[in-house]
């Protein structure tokens, strides 16, 4: 049984030469390198589809940010147009919601 033991010691410390010389074996450099090339690829992938992603929400919020725009726009020119129009009704229009305002913040 001890020369069981001796071998088996033998074949565990003597079997790593690769690994004892700090070098790796081919097969796992190989293996080693497709990850990483396979991880780049997929990082790149994703910075790509987040970069089109970011995009098209950019887009969307430029548009949007354009129609609130010109909706404003068109609210203060009717405004200006009913006021022009009706100036007693905006005058007493006005002090009515200045007065329940001030009624409002007054609490």
């Given at each position: ?9 033998q ?16 097969p ?80």
């Amino acid at each position: 049984m001890a020369e069981q033991n001796t071998g088996g010691s033998q074949q565990q410390q003597g079997g790593g030469t690769g690994a004892s010389g700090g070098a790796i074996p081919a097969p796992a450099a190989n293996k080693l390198e497709s990850s990483r090339t396979h991880a780049r690829q997929a990082a790149e992938d994703l910075r790509n589809a987040a970069g089109a992603i970011a995009e098209d929400y950019r887009g969307r919020a430029e548009d949007a940010w354009g129609q609130a725009r010109d909706r404003v726009r068109t609210f203060q020119e009717d405004s200006e147009q009913y006021v022009r129009e009706n100036p007693t009704k905006a005058v007493f229009t006005a002090l009515g919601i200045g007065f329940i305002l001030g009624l409002i913040f007054r609490r």
